[in-house]
């Protein structure tokens, strides 16, 4: 997977470096209706792109959240008809601006399908986005043969969505996997028989914080 070793996102460096560029150019000709909004841009781009390192949890059976964000809601029974057709648990996850926005592997597995859909671009924190709004989906089968999936939900602001999960390859829990640009929302669907650990409201961190553990 991309992105490791990297202070911020590739995705973010043109808009990191480039503004800052745009900044040190304007800011010696006194120029600071365009030097300022640049180096506001290039503060808030290195806030937004920001890359840090997580260590998931060395527990068995777990999955843990692929954003960071807080919990909008969980189902413990949902129907899934779109990509796998059964009945599953979701947790969906909201991103703020302000939330690191590297998107991490809930759990490893083996990648079964990467499928991407076109779509709008309604507010992420919406419960119509889930299924109106541009999307990816991410399934994955585990070691005990068990799918899950997860979904990147592009919201109001975002405009791209970014994955590096291509089907067949494995994957690793914690593990970066994609982002998405400028605000935006995780569903992930789980088995029923997992256990949702995490409530509505409450904030996790992609990689490190556990929201289901199967019994």
């Known amino acids: 997977m991309q992105n490791q070793g990297y202070i911020f996102a590739k995705e973010g460096h043109l808009w990191v470096y480039g503004s800052w560029i745009f900044f040190m150019i304007t800011l010696p000709f006194g120029k ?3 030097s300022a909004p640049a180096l506001l841009f290039s503060l808030f781009s290195m806030w937004f792109f920001r890359n840090p390192e997580r260590e998931p949890p060395k527990e068995y059976g777990i999955y843990v959240s692929p954003a960071d964000g807080k919990v909008l809601k969980v189902d413990a029974e949902f129907e899934e008809s779109r990509y796998i057709h ?21 759990r490893s597995g083996v990648v079964v399908d990467v499928i991407y859909n076109h779509g709008k671009f309604i507010s992420a924190n919406r419960e119509k986005a889930s299924l109106d709004n541009e999307q990816n989906a991410i399934i994955v089968n585990d070691e005990k043969g068990r799918l899950y999936m997860f979904v990147q939900i592009a919201g ?12 067949g390859k494995e994957v690793i829990i914690g593990q970066r996997v994609g982002l998405i640009k400028f605000g935006s929302r995780l569903d992930v669907y789980l088995p029923l028989e997992a256990e949702i650990t995490v409530q509505p409201g409450q904030r996790v961190k992609a990689g490190e914080t556990i929201i289901g553990r199967l019994q």
């Open 86 to 106: 059964r009945k599953m648990k979701r947790v969906c996850i909201f991103m703020s601006p302000l939330d690191v926005h590297i998107n991490r592997v809930p």
């Open 32 to 34: 600071w209706w365009l």
């Open 156 to 167: 109001f602001i975002a405009r791209r969505i970014v994955c590096y999960a291509r089907a």
